[in-house]
């Protein structure tokens, strides 16, 4: 079965750094559009970036130049780098697979993200 394994979460100060990590399972990673996605306390999940199988990323506004998705399809691994974190970015990060420009079919279970002022 599908299994997508995210890690790398934390706490950490305002201003500083985290790399997310989501390894993926039972799927022809090469071939899926990767994503991830954040849920805030009391606020829906929304898209934060998304890499397609050829590399186009798409960003959320709040975080364009302060995050990157990026991955690599021999560890079938995607990865969230985040600088400049802010306590607005507080959260729990979930990594989703999706096939081709279909909604995610295959979640994660999420790591935490907290980011003190």
């Known amino acids: 079965q599908v299994q997508l394994v995210e890690s790398g979460g934390g706490l950490v100060q305002a201003g500083g750094s985290l790399r997310l990590a989501c390894r993926a399972s039972g799927i022809i990673f090469a071939f899926h559009a990767m994503g991830w996605y954040r849920q805030a306390p009391g606020e829906q999940r929304e898209l934060v970036a998304r890499?397609?199988?050829?590399?186009?990323?798409n960003y959320a506004d709040s975080v364009k130049g302060r995050f990157t998705i990026s991955r690599d399809n021999a560890k079938n691994t995607v990865y969230l780098q985040m600088n400049t974190l802010k306590p607005e970015d507080t959260a729990v990060y979930y990594c989703?697979?999706?096939?081709?420009?279909?909604?995610?079919?295959?979640w994660g279970q999420g790591t935490q993200v907290t980011v003190s002022s």
């Open positions: 989703a697979a999706a096939a081709g420009n279909a909604t995610p079919h295959s």
């Open positions: 890499i397609t199988p050829g590399g186009n990323t």
